[in-house]
């Protein structure tokens, strides 16, 4: 059987990278500043992050138009979200072991 902390993903080590991937677990999609607003973060700090999840094929973005504003949404992947549970999921084996 394998060590747990060998299962944790290094994408997920980011607080924000957790806080965008629980955001987006529970929430079919979100658009930039509800995530923003969420999490806490500055504009900068959040697509820094948004970028790096996008790159992994964790997340969707899509970018359209409500009225004349800009208005970009998230949604979460299938392997985002199975890469987020099963970082998840070692997590608790971690804990468990540690009890």
Known sequence: ???????????????IRIGI???LIVNETLNFNDLKNLIEVTDGNLAT???TLEDNKYIMV???????????TYTITKSGEDAFRAH???FEKIIKKLN
């Open 88 to 90: 998840l999921d070692a």
């Open 21 to 23: 991937m629980s955001a």
């Open 62 to 72: 899509k970018k359209g138009f409500i009225g004349r504003k800009t208005n970009t």
């Open 49 to 51: 992050h948004l970028k």
């Open 1 to 15: 059987m394998s060590n747990p902390i060998e299962q944790l993903n290094k994408i997920f080590d980011s607080r």
